[in-house]
């Protein structure tokens, strides 16, 4: 008995597979079909999932989304490392440019002046416009764009800053001017210098008058971690920048469902493309359904054959689907984000699944009424 | 013994009567060929006796069973079991190779058998064809494929469309054999033509007109080759 | 007679040739949803970065932003400079006046609440400004949608009422109702807080107030010491990079281009031409975002665009496929009563194309609808219809058609009639 059911079912086999390979021009046009639908729903989808991420990262170009200030004594560099463990988890910390504050005088004219360290502040803020260079060197300054209007000095003069040390004594220093920034905002009244350079004038080792973290991450999750922070790290007081961080999760979230909705409409549209194609293939059929039928197949044979054919060219259509799916959303990632895609693993059941679906749902039908029609008119050639 | 039995069928297509008040009784192992022009009523009643259709009216009885009250599966398992056919086209699953396509009929009736299958081939020589497509076939080659078909499953009756329509002369003369041999080993054969020289090998002649059996001749000569 | 079989496939092969139109007015009708979703991508999203506030300020030339960063106290903040109040409605004067969303003017001055040092800010709050060309309504409830207020949002006609940020309020324990004591110059008045913003930044130590109110109480009538302007821009380039750096660089032409574009430099530079001695800076931090957030989702809907197209072209090219190869008796027959191949290539090709005609009338109208689903659920507005996508669907149908019908075409002359005939 075993025997029998192997042989019935070995040339069950050889007839699905012949009728796969030895149609090959009918069988590509089919597959392609199904190959198209299955990318486009795991390129889709990728591109779908990977979006907020990416366009995330992308926010950062709007600067901090966190500024941690001393509450009370004062912070340092260790507390500011302590508040980082209360980031979220998920995200990735762009940025953390810490500043140290002071005035000081060039010309009689007072200024701020600002410490911080410019490899930080270029992550930070990167909507930074300088003209020239940040400073690179001790002894070197940027200067924003207000203030070097009112000295009337330019990128390369040497200026004498002096001020009040940090034991109420007077400092006095030449710096360069490496660079003028320009940013529209208040930074353009600030004097900047390397943190190192500023505590050689003024003294205080370690001290930190704000941080300015860029962190990628939803509002929520920033709000989150400054309550945390507030609550774990005392000598520091964490604020969302609002304007940054609600503003980006309102555009956000509308990109997002924009995606979504050209996604749903472009997988709706190519399903039924998909399935069109596939019952123009299996209408061609219908003279050989009728022959199988005359020789004797009942309708569950024909049916149960175009079963298999067509699980088997879902399930071949949806890997290469899947394979082409992931190259698509990759190259838009490299092309829009210049950023590697993560591989969803979940979406290899998911797309597999669908194009079977969708296949032998778009060929059942033809077939149950190809199987339906008197095969004596199919025969007869109309 | 009778194979089939058609009594007082008749056939409407809307209003066109294509068979009316046929009585026809078919006895084990003969040879019938059905005959008249176009228009005849020849292709319905090929249908008919193929249970590829059921008559308006009528009883149909094959084996001793009335396959008007069966419905269009029972239909299909009666193909499957008691008729072999045979087509003007050939009609052969067009990826399966010649060997396949006999054993596309036993796997549709009970299970493939590829020496079964390759005997029936041997049978109607074309063993060393075995392994072609039915492009690779000539017609005349294609139609003993369909043979060697319709014979596998070693019907109770075997139908043949116009078998030689779309055949050169060669070619017929090796499928007029092939029937000829069938009928020799016992088989029941009606052959449905218009062509009087592949008529006059049958025992008996049926002649429709208009949808009705003009006359029924008895072929003397095929007759004495039954004899013998 | 060719007419008459065009007409006889078109009525009696209703199914297939139903089947195509069917797939080409869903391939044109994704087509013309996502180009026009493309299109106009750039403009629904510019207004959706508004969100990020002012992207312009205007302040008196020689005054300084000598504001003060995270609350650290600034002696020489306050500027002596002021702009013109009747001034501020030129902006919408300018030749990008339909790109400014929103601007308020500011007047800020250091004061005392109940005889503590603290920055007072007069300003537009849902102002009702009258234009020669209409009404246009501004103000900082517009600008500052990130601003989560307690109470309420203060009205422009509000004499006795102030909006407090979040950080003053609870260092002084103020709450909703109370009653503070302003010192302007040397006006003194007694106030109710009206509301308590939290705005995430150094505006939580302010007191706002209407400006009509603090100009009264500084005595500095139609004076405002700033404006900030939402302008939709169009990202930089090196056009624009060359003018911020020096516009007289710019040759005749360029310069033209430049002015008539929306670039934040432009806008900028049309505000300073109708404000008496104002410069108009870009806040860099958000007009620079603006456009790398911009670029980065034309881009991203553009090779979603390609995609979905390129999926359209492939799925109506293979269905066209697959729909003729289905007759190869039919053109069996045609060819073997002496049609040559020239006959029957012009033949199939017409009714593709009269089918795919059709088709893809009806799939526009469709993708139109699509499209304004697509706008009104995301950005609750409508998408605009660009008439440019017409041509470029027509033509792409054309061509798709001819393409798909390339091997099948193909396949269809190398048949033998005999060989179709006879049911091979």
């Not at chain 1, 964490?238 to 999760?249: D, F, M, N």
Request: with cysteine; hydrophobic share 45%; net charge negative.
């Amino acid at each position: 008995m075993e025997g029998k059911k192997f042989k019935k079912y070995k040339m069950y086999l050889k007839m699905v597979t012949s009728s796969l390979l030895r149609r090959r021009s009918r069988m590509i046009v089919a597959l392609l079909a199904i190959i198209i639908g299955a990318t486009i729903l795991s390129g889709m989808i990728t591109v779908y999932y990977d979006i907020p991420r990416q366009m995330g990262s992308e926010m950062r170009s709007y600067g901090a989304n966190l500024v941690l200030i001393p509450s009370g004594e004062g912070m340092t560099a260790d507390d500011v490392n302590e508040a980082k463990k209360y980031f979220p988890t998920s995200g990735e910390v762009v940025g953390i440019a810490a500043y140290r504050y002071s005035t000081g005088k060039i010309n009689e004219q007072p200024f701020m002046v600002a410490g911080t360290e410019f490899d930080a502040v270029k992550k930070v803020s990167p909507f930074w416009h300088v003209t020239g260079s940040y400073p690179s060197a001790s002894g070197e300054i940027l200067i924003g764009q207000d203030v070097a209007e009112l000295l009337h000095v330019l990128t390369g003069d040497i200026v004498t800053l002096y001020g009040n040390a940090g034991d109420s004594s007077i400092y006095s220093a030449d710096l360069r001017i490496s660079g003028i920034v320009k940013t529209g905002g208040t930074e353009e009244g600030f004097i900047y210098m390397t943190l190192s350079d500023l505590e050689g004038l003024i003294g205080g080792t370690g001290k930190i008058d704000a941080a300015e973290c860029s962190i990628v991450a939803t509002a929520s999750e920033i709000d989150t971690a400054a309550a945390e922070i507030a609550a774990r790290v005392p000598a520091v007081s964490a604020y969302p920048v609002k304007k940054v961080t609600s503003s980006e999760q309102a555009v956000l979230s509308k990109l997002t469902s924009l995606v979504l909705l050209v996604t749903i409409v472009v997988l709706i549209l190519t399903m039924i493309c998909v399935s069109t194609t596939m019952m123009a293939v299996v209408a061609e059929r219908r003279r050989e359904i009728g022959l199988k039928k005359a020789i004797g197949a009942s309708n569950r044979n024909i049916i149960v054959e175009f079963l298999g054919e067509n699980i088997f060219l879902g399930g071949l259509g949806g890997a290469f689907g899947i394979l082409f799916g992931f190259l698509f959303a990759q190259a838009v990632s490299m092309n829009v984000f210049s950023r590697g895609i993560t591989f969803q693993p979940l979406l290899i059941p998911v797309t597999l699944a669908a194009s079977v679906v969708i296949t032998v749902a778009a060929c059942l039908l033809p077939v149950r009424n190809a199987a339906e029609v008197d095969p004596a008119i199919v025969l007869r050639g109309e | 013994m009778n194979v089939l039995e058609l009594k007082n069928i008749s056939k409407i297509y809307g209003s066109l009567k294509a068979l009316s008040e046929i009585d026809l009784v078919v006895k084990k192992g003969e040879w019938l060929a059905i005959m008249g022009p176009s228009g005849s009523g020849k292709t319905t009643m090929m249908n008919i006796i193929g249970c590829l259709d059921k008559p308006s009216s009528g009883s149909v009885i094959l084996d001793g069973k009335d396959i008007a009250k069966e419905n269009a599966a029972g239909l299909t398992a009666i193909r499957r079991d008691k008729i072999g056919l045979i087509f003007q086209q050939f009609h052969l699953v067009n990826y399966l190779t010649a060997l396949e396509n006999v054993m596309v009929a036993q796997y549709y009736h009970s299970m493939p058998d590829e020496a079964e299958a390759l005997q029936a081939l041997e049978k109607v020589g074309l063993k060393d064809r075995a392994k072609h497509l039915p492009a690779q076939l000539s017609g005349g080659e294609q139609q003993r494929v369909c043979i060697a078909r319709a014979l596998i499953n070693s019907p109770m009756l075997i139908l043949a469309d116009e078998p030689t329509g779309n055949l050169d002369e060669a070619n017929e003369g090796i499928v007029m054999d092939l029937l000829q041999g069938l009928h020799d080993d016992g088989s029941t054969v009606i052959v449905v033509t218009h062509d009087p020289e592949v008529a006059e090998k049958a025992q008996r002649t049926v002649i429709l007109e208009h949808g009705r059996i003009a006359r029924i001749i008895e072929n003397s000569s095929a007759e004495k080759a039954d004899e013998t | 007679m060719f007419f008459r079989m065009i007409k006889g496939v078109l009525i009696r092969q209703r199914k297939k040739m139903l089947m195509i139109a069917v797939t080409v007015a869903l391939g044109v009708s994704l087509a013309t949803a996502v180009l026009n979703v493309m299109l106009d991508v750039g403009d629904k999203v510019n207004q959706e970065l508004k969100a990020y506030g002012a992207n312009i300020n205007v302040i008196p030339r020689g005054a300084f932003l000598l504001n003060d960063l995270y609350g650290i106290d600034m002696e020489n903040g306050i500027s002596d400079k002021y702009l013109d109040e009747s001034q501020i409605g030129n902006i919408k004067t300018i030749f990008w006046s339909f790109n400014i969303v929103d601007f308020t003017p500011y007047l800020e001055l250091s004061g005392k609440a109940n005889n503590e040092k603290v920055k007072i800010v007069g300003t537009w709050f849902n102002y009702e400004l009258k234009l020669e060309t209409g009404e246009f309504r501004t103000g900082m409830k517009n600008l500052k949608t990130w601003w989560q207020v307690s109470g309420a949002w203060l009205e422009d006609s509000d004499a006795d009422a102030v909006m407090v940020g979040s950080i003053y309020a609870s260092r002084n324990g103020i709450k909703t109702g109370d009653k503070i004591t302003l010192n302007v110059a040397d006006a003194v008045r007694e106030f109710t807080v009206k509301g308590v913003f939290d705005s995430g930044s150094s505006e939580d130590e302010y007191v706002y107030l209407p400006l009509s109110v603090v100009q009264e109480m500084a005595g500095l009538a139609g004076k405002v010491s700033r404006i900030e302007v939402s302008a939709l821009t169009t990202p930089d380039n090196e056009l624009a990079l060359k003018a911020a750096q020096d516009i007289k660089s710019l040759s005749i032409k360029e310069y033209e281009t430049w002015y008539c574009t929306a670039y934040v430099s432009s806008i900028s530079y049309q505000i300073e031409e109708v404000i008496t001695d104002a410069v108009a800076k870009p806040i860099r931090q958000i007009a620079e975002s603006e456009g790398a957030i911009l670029d980065k989702t034309q881009l991203l809907m553009l090779l979603i665009t390609v995609l979905s197209l390129a999926g359209a072209a492939v799925g109506i090219t293979n269905l066209v496929t697959a729909s003729v190869m289905e007759r190869s008796q039919e053109i069996g027959l045609l060819k073997a009563v002496g049609a040559k191949d020239s006959a029957v290539i012009l033949l199939i090709f017409t009714e593709i194309l009269i089918t795919s005609t059709v088709g893809g009338i009806i799939g526009y109208f469709v993708g139109l609808g699509f499209a304004q689903i697509i706008g009104q659920t995301v950005f609750s507005s409508a998408i605009a219809i660009k008439a440019m996508v017409i041509p470029i669907i027509a033509v792409s149908v054309f061509v798709i058609t001819l393409i798909g019908s390339i091997p099948s075409i193909k396949m269809l002359l190398s048949l033998k009639p005999a060989e179709v005939l006879h049911g091979r």
